[in-house]
């Protein structure tokens, strides 16, 4: 945390909070760190719940801030839904690990085929067996027939056809003037939607190699269980503060289960198995929720004078 210098604050340079560059060092100006904890932010209510033994420096302004203050029932949907994203995010990576997509990107060519009586084939194997080059063919769209066309072959390119894809980058088949009187020789259908659907999963996996965590990534390969180890363990770790939490009406930061986060964080556990406590976990926080002892909201009102007067004494 820090506090910004009076002429900062009062003028048209307010800096919220600022970073390193991998945005594992943060630090909070007191205003922003305030409205965190007013929104019950997890990690910022850990950080202010923290053991006097793990707290380096700690200004005396900072005994204003109890974090009794903070805790309401608001605390379910943050804990319990940032966890649950946590899981998602574990699957969403399982499935990344998992299946590998190569470097090269599939064209459109590898989502056309050609109609065959009551069946398809794939138009690459298509072309191949015929000896044709999809660079000779012209395409023509079949009225009220959505992703339908009619296809020609010119041997010796006469018609100057603009073929079926332009190049290995094109989002669209191409579509060819053909003079009046030529002969179709089949009919080709282009699956869009797949295709769409594919150059998004591959930007996205791409786009997750080049900003993983080698190391954290080495981890989960290692302990072959294809899911994200961190992820989870924090996601259990949350279900269970958040359960704590709406029972007891105390947030404790140091855990007495440990080696099992540990262990979970090892990848000890298979993923269904943690997938099945998180379930458990998140319908006993609903019953717990029912009988909470803590109020619905806080005195935000309370909060924000308590925050003025922090800041008149800063001053």
Known sequence: MFYLPRSEFYGLSYVPQVSNESNDEVYYELGRFMDL?????PNILEMLASPVDCILYKHPLMDRLNINMFLSKTCKETFAGYAITQVRKAKGLKKKIVNPMPQKR??????????EGYTSVGLKFWLEK????????????IPHAKGFFALFYDAESKFHYKGIAVNE?????????????????????????S????????????????????????????????????????AIR??????ELLKTGELRVKR??????????????????????????????????????????????KLENILIEMRNELY
């Open 37 to 41: 904890l007013i929104k019950s932010n």
């Open 169 to 193: 980058a094109a989002n669209e088949v191409s579509l060819s003037s053909v003079p009046r009187g030529e002969q179709e020789i089949g009919y080709l259908s282009f699956n869009a939607e």
């Open 195 to 234: 295709y769409s659907m594919y150059c998004k999963e591959f930007k996205e996996y791409w786009d997750w190699v080049d900003k993983r965590n080698e190391d954290r990534h080495m981890d989960n390969k290692e302990h072959g269980k294809d899911y994200d180890a961190k992820n989870m363990m924090h």
């Open 256 to 301: 007495p289960n440990r080696e099992e986060l540990l262990a979970i964080r090892s990848g000890k556990f298979e993923y269904s198995a943690l997938l099945a406590e998180s379930e458990a976990l998140i319908q006993r926080i609903d019953l717990a929720y029912e009988q909470t002892i803590l109020p619905e909201t806080i005195d935000q009102q």
């Open 238 to 243: 949350l279900l269970q503060v958040t359960e």
């Open 106 to 115: 599939d064209s459109v060519l590898d989502f056309c085929y050609m109609l």
């Open 130 to 141: 015929r000896n044709y080059r999809q660079e000779r063919c012209g395409l023509v769209s």
